[in-house]
């Protein structure tokens, strides 16, 4: 078990990837808080965990509101008596080409993506450096690393969300935190089911994929499990890419009429 006597506390932990990392969590030993903005998927999830034989708590949170933040940090530390990963998974996305989006969806997104990001990693991170170490993960995406177009603020709120990543990554390093980030590619969750709203968009977008299909959340959470687990004690600073290979295949999908 990766971490057993580990604590860990994942916004966005009601449905999709944030879900199976708390399963996932759960099974290697952590006990986990589950936090999301829907206080129904909180209790379900947390439930589930305890169904399978482990500790779990659930909190109802915005992870924009820095209150909200600091109180569900607090109540981790006084039910779990300290915070060993935090991985952010809460994030939200507004279809919108730039001409017609508005200041109030911008700030949205930005708000729960990046701003709630921050909250989160800085009052975990005020914990772990009093700890002596810790571990954060924070969810970007390949639109971090490449335009996706007609999506409005999604982009820009990943991409920084990765330089936030190696930023405090740089600065922590020296109390025993490591911070990384993982970019998932097109992965079955009910933000891509809004995203790719038809089977015509999906299977287009699965085209784009080298291995010809959308990942599942239990993926991600495999890589989040190893990047929390001392078997990454030497990895900070990093978005590792979990997409089936899409990053790279320009030139794979362009060439198909040369290999096959």
Not at 96 to 110: H, Q
Request: hydrophobic residues 40%; charged residues 20%; aromatic residues 6%.
């Amino acid at each position: 078990m990766k971490l057993k006597g580990k604590v860990a506390v994942v916004t966005g932990g009601g449905q999709g990837i944030g879900e199976a990392i708390c399963l996932g969590f759960s099974r290697e030993g952590a006990d986990v808080l589950v936090a999301d903005i829907k206080a129904e998927t909180v209790e379900k999830v947390s439930k589930k965990i305890q169904s399978i034989g482990g500790k779990s708590l659930s909190f109802r949170l915005d992870v924009s509101d820095g209150k909200q933040v600091n109180e569900m940090t607090q109540t981790a530390l006084n039910h779990f008596g300290k915070i060993d990963i935090l991985v952010n998974v809460a994030g939200i996305a507004k279809k919108c080409p730039f001409e017609e989006l508005s200041e109030e969806d911008w700030d949205r997104v930005m708000a729960v993506n990046l701003k709630g990001t921050f909250l989160c990693s800085q009052a975990a991170g005020k914990e772990m450096i009093k700890q002596g170490g810790g571990c954060i993960i924070n969810t970007a995406s390949v639109a971090g690393h490449t335009p996706e177009v007609y999506m409005g603020a999604y982009s820009p709120s990943k991409a920084g969300v990765i330089l936030l990543t190696q930023a405090m990554a740089v600065e922590w390093a020296k109390y025993g935190i490591r911070v990384n980030a993982i970019s998932p590619g097109a992965i079955t969750t009910p933000l891509t089911d809004y995203v790719y709203n038809t089977d015509t968009l999906k299977k287009t977008r699965a085209k784009g994929v080298p291995m010809n299909r959308f990942g599942n959340p239990e993926e991600i959470a495999s890589t989040a499990a190893f990047l929390a687990s001392d078997e990454s004690g030497y990895i900070t600073g990093q978005a590792i890419v979990v997409d089936g290979g899409a990053l790279n295949s320009m030139y794979y999908l362009s060439a198909g009429h040369i290999s096959g």
